[in-house]
């Protein structure tokens, strides 16, 4: 199965349910706030491997749900 493929899936079934809520979903403050401390050390060339794992996830997590919002509004306008 091709990675695309995967992410579709994943994407598809979580914008199925309660597209609503996966339209108004937010990261909390506090992870919010890790995130713009990893993204600085980064930056700074200060991050630690577990760190950049930390953040390479996040980041895959955060496009998953970028992707699962737009279908959530295109399943909404329909």
Not at 24 to 47: I, M, Y
Request: hydrophobic share 40%; net charge neutral; glycine share 4%.
């Amino acid at each position: 199965m091709k990675v695309n493929n995967v992410f579709d899936e994943i994407v598809d079934f979580i914008a199925g349910h309660q597209p609503e809520k996966i339209i108004d979903f937010h990261p909390s403050d506090g992870t919010q706030k890790r995130v713009e401390l990893l993204l600085s050390q980064k930056r700074e060339g200060k991050l630690k491997e577990s760190e950049q794992s930390e953040l390479t996830y996040f980041l895959m997590l955060e496009h998953i749900i970028r992707l699962a919002k737009a279908r959530a509004l295109k399943q909404l306008a329909t």
